[in-house]
């Protein structure tokens, strides 16, 4: 029996110390990347006293204004998990996952829409970088057909990578079509969680807008001008989770201005976005639960399993190969011998004072020897003298 105990422990040993090795080589790398399955988020960044454009249809025609409040920004985020089986090419499948992103500006007060688009793209799991794929899209104007392919993301979007190092990234811009660096600041921390901080200065890009657009917006605030550019500015500050790369906290100072070729320019956008307190702590809860995760599978879990591996290993050794017991080395009590010869009680034993021999403890004598000692009277009985 003892055999078989050791020799099970000692396989279950093996078998721990095993899966302690393979933890952090197999199982950790499935855990850090975008799963398929990923459920849809949703931030929400404010800025509060914005200005801003605003176009408006009505009876009598377009109006446009660059009013004064506060501006509420709502990105939504959808996995396709169906499309991302059925629809990746063979050089991304299970390297990549396709999301739906869905952003909308409104104002605070009345909740007018201000500006709105929606996106389909292709990101690696594990990088979080755009994908190259040839099916991804972008719609700004709300139209009803998006032609497939009329953009082409690269670099960082909404994810940095699982393991984000303190170097610099490229950062794509939605306004410029293209990336631009983000640079490593620094860390910070944010309700209890250690953030990478990331910054993104753009300043005075001309941006590529429609002839048409131009010119409507010139003849709203330049009337004596014939051409104009808008130009683009934006610092966009990045507070990341090293471990998993999830946006902990966003900060975008944008801002916008019409440039005509003659008369003074013309501010269209002056706003201050920041994720909303809502929406920093349910991505420090996120974090928190992705980092236990992580951690248990690549760090704690092979620890414990290991451990216990090795006394399962240990005790099995032991078991298996401890000796057997030998029952002379045990010391017992010789059996007393039975003497034919009874011994009276006033005659000393045959054995002698050193005898090894001992009385029955229910036998009751007395001697009348006084350097014996006399026994203790019973219970009740009163000793005469």
Do not use: C
Request: proline share 8%; charged share 25%.
């Amino acid at each position: 029996m003892k055999l078989r105990v050791g020799a099970a422990l000692f396989g279950l040993g093996v078998l721990l110390l095993v899966f302690a090795a393979g933890l952090p080589f197999y199982v950790a790398p499935a855990v850090t990347k975008l799963p398929y399955d990923l459920e849809p988020t949703t931030s929400v960044a404010e800025a509060k006293g914005a200005k801003f454009l605003q176009i408006k249809s009505e009876a009598g025609g377009v109006s446009i204004d660059v009013p004064q409040a506060d501006l509420v920004s709502s990105v939504e985020v959808i996995p396709q998990p169906e499309d991302t089986k059925d629809r990746l090419p063979k050089e991304l499948k299970g390297d990549a996952v396709i999301w739906n992103v869905f952003q909308t500006v409104k104002r605070g007060d009345n909740q007018d829409v201000i500006s709105q688009y929606s996106t389909e793209l292709a990101l690696y799991r594990i990088s979080g970088a755009a994908a190259p794929w040839d099916e991804q899209w972008l719609n700004e104007s709300g139209a009803q057909q998006t032609p497939v392919g009329n953009v082409r993301y690269s670099g960082q979007i909404y994810k940095f990578p699982f393991g984000t190092g303190k170097r610099d990234y490229q950062v794509f811009d939605r306004d410029l079509k293209k990336t631009a660096p983000a640079r490593f600041t620094g860390t910070e921390k944010i309700k209890g969680v250690e953030t990478y901080r990331f910054e993104q200065r753009i300043e005075n890009e001309p941006l590529n807008t429609p002839e048409d657009s131009v010119k409507t917006l010139l003849g709203k605030f330049a009337p004596g001008a014939t051409s104009g550019q808008v130009v683009y500015s934006n610092t966009r500050t990045l507070w990341v989770d090293p471990v998993t790369g999830a946006y902990v906290k966003v900060r975008e100072q944008q801002y916008k201005e019409l440039r005509p070729d003659t008369g003074a320019p013309t501010v269209l956008l002056d706003a201050d976005f920041n994720y909303n307190d809502a929406t920093i702590s349910r991505s420090v809860e996120t974090v928190k639960d992705n980092r236990f995760k992580i951690g248990l599978i690549s760090v704690w879990g092979p620890i414990i399993a290991g451990v216990l591996g090795l006394i399962a290993l240990i005790a099995g050794v032991w078991l298996v190969t401890r000796p057997k017991g030998d029952g002379s080395a045990r010391h017992r009590a010789d059996a007393p011998t039975s003497d034919p010869t009874p011994t009276r009680v006033d005659q000393e034993p045959v054995g002698g004072p050193l005898d090894d021999e001992i009385p029955p403890a229910s036998t009751n004598w007395r001697s009348d020897d006084p350097s014996v000692p006399a026994q203790r009277s019973g219970a009740g009985e009163v000793e005469r003298r």
